[in-house]
């Protein structure tokens, strides 16, 4: 199984910095230019909603704030301005094989 | 717009069997290339990938479950349904199916509420 492992595990930031999550897999994920690592937000009490699919792709609706990165084993999510609304835990997720896996979460403080 | 929303049990005796449904509208769940997933979260606890089903009938498990899952679908009725056999303490959480998307990232890209199943006698 790949494993996924996020950093940090909970950070506190102020509304308007500019926060970044790394997600490391323990194996590769990326082939053909392609990289199979998606984000997702999840607040209380509901169903995690995708942000970023396929490392770097912005879903419908998403704001512009939110941005992904990277390649092989090591990627990002990064929030360039921070928003009282972005309070909330952020999973990475591979899609590259079976079975699917998660990060353990990184959860997102406003100061 | 798709919607999916889980139906079934919200409490389970232990070494009893756990039975989802997973009602999809909205769109057909035979229709483009999509597997239709079920995910669970313990309290406080990550997410969990229990295991897919195709329209086809196709299926992919967790084999950290030890084959106590099972996915079947049912097209004309537009749903999917989670077996898991056996259960105890440990499979008390809330229980979610999703559709997967094969056009970008492999993403889930829509979710049901999730339900709650408690395992206790």
């Known amino acids: 199984d790949i494993q996924m492992t996020q950093s940090p595990s909970s950070l506190s930031a102020s509304v308007g910095d500019r926060v970044t999550i790394a997600c490391r897999a323990s194996?590769?994920?990326?082939?053909?230019?392609?990289?199979?690592l998606n984000w997702y937000q999840q607040k209380p009490g509901k169903a995690p909603k995708v942000l970023i699919s396929?490392?770097?792709t912005l879903q419908s609706g998403v704001p512009s704030r939110f941005s992904g990165n990277g390649y092989n084993t090591d990627f990002n999510l990064t929030i360039g301005s921070l928003q009282p609304e972005d309070a909330a835990t952020y999973y990475c997720q591979q899609s590259y094989s079976i079975p699917r896996t998660f990060g353990q979460g990184s959860e997102v403080k406003i100061k | 717009q798709v919607q999916l929303q889980e139906s079934g049990p919200g409490l389970v005796k232990p070494s009893q069997t756990l039975s989802l449904t997973c009602s999809v509208s909205?769109?057909?769940?035979?229709?483009?290339?999509?597997?239709w997933n079920w995910i669970r979260q313990s309290a406080g606890q990550g997410l969990e990938w229990l295991g897919r089903?195709?329209?086809?009938?196709?299926?992919n498990y967790n084999s950290s479950l030890k084959s106590r899952v099972s996915i079947s679908v049912d097209a004309s009725k537009n749903q999917f349904s989670l077996k898991l056999t056996s259960v105890t303490a440990a499979d008390t959480a809330v229980y979610y199916c999703?559709?997967?998307?094969?056009?970008?990232?492999?993403?889930?890209?829509?979710w049901g509420p999730g339900t709650l199943v408690t395992v206790s006698s």
């Open positions: 909205g769109g057909s769940i035979s229709s483009g290339t999509y597997s």
């Open positions: 089903i195709y329209a086809t009938g196709n299926t």
């Open positions: 999703a559709r997967e998307e094969f056009t970008y990232g492999h993403s889930f890209d829509y």
């Open positions: 194996h590769n994920i990326s082939s053909s230019l392609k990289s199979y």
């Open positions: 396929g490392a770097s």
